[in-house]
């Protein structure tokens, strides 16, 4: 799983990294990250942002460019799973017109299409 994490096949997946200089350091504050399905027809994402960063506008330019990229692909959908209690996630998402599905367990299945 560390390799899979380490040397990301770009063909069948994408990661975009956020980063934040302050005081000549780096850090890492925000990741997403597109996993491509085998159809080449759909993909699952994910997305995480630091809780420092949180409603700083970054989860939306995460989502913008997600959507692009999976555009670009020829995707025809993208899907992802949001804890039920992520208020702000499913926030973000409603604005970008994902379907939102039942809550099953804790988790809500979303999805777009393209």
Do not use: H, W
């Not at 560390?2 to 975009?16: P, R």
């Amino acid at each position: 799983m560390v390799n899979q994490f380490c040397d990301i096949d770009y063909k069948n997946e994408i990661a975009i990294i956020a980063e934040y200089n302050s005081n000549d350091r780096k850090r890492n504050v925000g990741v997403v990250r597109l996993f491509i399905d085998p159809s080449l027809q759909t993909g699952e994402f994910a997305i995480l942002v630091a809780d420092t960063f949180q409603n700083s506008g970054l989860g939306t330019k995460f989502m913008e460019t997600l959507i692009d990229i999976g555009r670009e692909r020829g995707l025809k959908s993208i899907y992802g799973t949001v804890l039920a209690d992520n208020e702000s996630m499913l926030a973000l998402v409603k604005e970008f017109g994902f379907n939102i599905g039942a809550n099953s367990g804790g988790e809500i299945r979303i999805d777009r299409q393209l």
